[in-house]
């Protein structure tokens, strides 16, 4: 088998073709499958959408609340993206917004409502991304995942969005 640096080398530049575009089109059907699926289970068991969950844990993990601007580095979302957000999860009464004495700084807090759904919606999903996702992964991949890095970087260290 060819060492990651020689097909790296052999490859720069060209488009994908042949293994390499299907082993791409294979995991991009694989993940998005696996996506849908834990993002259907959310819906349908406690209607909640994957992104609704991924606030609310984050903010449990925080103890309740966080402020605007690390919730949106924890997800990576742009300002907007999380505003939107916020507003929909505020009028169902799942997050609260308030000032946290910092001019425009805004905590974003767990809700009643967010806190009573989380129970069902954390079995939910653990059973589902267990179902779609873990249950189907042999060891070997399981450890390329554990150690994998969050954001694929190059070797001049840049993120695939070209920043440092």
Known sequence: MASKDSRTKRSA???LAGDELRLWRNFLQWSEGVTAAVAQALAVEVG???PD???LKRLLEADGALPRQALEQSLSWSPSRLSHQLRRMEARGLVARAGSGH???VNV????????????????????VRRHLLDA???????????APG?????????SDGEH
């Not at 954001?151 to 993120?159: A, E, F, K, L």
Request: aromatic residues 6%.
């Open 13 to 15: 530049g060209v488009a």
């Open 48 to 50: 909640l959408s994957q």
């Open 53 to 55: 969950y991924e606030v």
């Open 103 to 105: 001019g425009r700084h």
């Open 109 to 128: 807090e767990i809700a009643d409502g967010g806190r009573g759904v989380m129970a069902a919606a954390d079995r939910a999903h653990a059973q589902a």
């Open 137 to 147: 992964l042999p060891d070997d991949v399981r450890g390329f995942l554990y150690s």
């Open 151 to 159: 954001v694929p970087t190059s070797r001049d260290g840049s993120t």
